[in-house]
């Protein structure tokens, strides 16, 4: 097979791939493109509603910060805030427990403050998470943290 039928077969692979992932049923390449394009949008649209709800309730309610980096393979997770938090700490390991985040190292202070800075990687088979998702896991996880202290 000559070096430009292995490119377009390639292509063609990455092309199925892209359908599949965005659940297009279209059969030719531009049509498979613009799924996909829309599909980001739609991804967008649904982060940014997201952000919109957990960032109003979470900032008003309980001033917090949440930093996530991403490693080689993991993340390092930084959660402060200027009150102590009891239980907060057991929502956020659940959210990684959820996402299949092993945490690899952690440092908690939970005294007078709430700080967790932990190192998260990846369990097998869950290796498509990227810093946004922990991000927002965390924050869901601060979120109903909250909302069970106001019941």
């Keep these: 097979m000559s070096s430009r039928e292995q490119r377009r077969a390639a292509l063609y692979e990455k092309l199925q791939q892209l359908r599949a992932v965005t659940n297009s049923s279209a059969v030719n390449k531009t049509s498979i493109i613009v799924d996909a394009a829309k599909y980001i949008e739609e991804l967008k649209e649904k982060i940014d509603k997201l952000n919109e709800e957990l960032g109003t309730s ?3 309610d309980l001033p917090m910060e949440v930093n996530v980096e991403s490693l080689e393979r993991g993340f390092r997770i930084n959660v402060y ?12 390991l659940e959210a990684f427990e959820e996402l299949g985040l092993n945490v690899l190292d952690a ?4 005294a007078d403050n709430f700080h967790l800075e932990a190192v998260g990687g990846e369990e097998d ?9 922990v991000k927002q896991a965390v924050l869901q996880a601060i979120k109903k943290w909250s909302d069970e202290q106001e019941d």
């Design 58 to 60: 979470t900032d008003q």
């Design 107 to 110: 440092r908690v202070s939970c």
């Design 125 to 133: 088979g869950h290796d498509n998470i990227d810093a946004q998702v």
């Design 81 to 92: 805030s200027e009150k102590n938090c009891p239980g907060l700490l057991v929502s956020i």
